[in-house]
């Protein structure tokens, strides 16, 4: 039986099961994308500078300049805010490679054509540090995202 990262046994699952075994295919299994990728593929320095100078902004009492967060409205600080993916990553990630020549011939995904996926200006927005992390690792359809 698999074992869990502290060593635990995970209840229901059998030895050498698996969700799906192709990435690509209509129903991917999320681990192997992440497997293949190695690890998250992170930000361009430019795309960040702006993403958050597309994002309204405005002065707090201290002189500060806040963004507002595409959540909730409200105006924070640089350094309370953090850059959220609309859709997530690696649902945007894959749809961005089959449309831009990024699934290589044994089903991988091309890791430059996955990075430029990752930091496209238009799946990404500013958001509260506490937003993005409650978030979690849930699946975000574009179909549920308000525009």
Request: net charge positive.
């Amino acid at each position: 039986m698999p074992e869990t990262r502290t060593g635990g046994l995970r209840p229901g699952k059998r030895e050498g099961t698996r969700s799906h075994s192709k990435i690509g295919s209509s129903s991917t299994n999320y681990k192997e994308i992440e497997k293949a990728l190695g690890s998250r593929p992170g930000w361009d320095d430019k795309v960040v500078e702006q993403v958050y100078s597309n994002t309204k902004k405005s002065i707090n009492a201290n002189g500060e300049t806040t963004y507002e967060c595409a959540a909730s409205g409200e105006f924070l600080t640089k350094g309370e805010t953090s850059i959220d993916h609309i859709v997530d990553w690696m649902t945007y990630c894959q749809d961005y490679c089959g449309k831009n020549n990024g699934i290589n011939d044994d089903g991988t995904l091309d890791r430059a054509i996955v990075r430029k996926g990752y930091n496209d200006i238009g799946n990404l927005r500013v958001v509260s540090k506490s937003e993005n992390s409650s978030k979690g690792n849930r699946r975000i359809s574009s179909r549920n995202v308000l525009q």
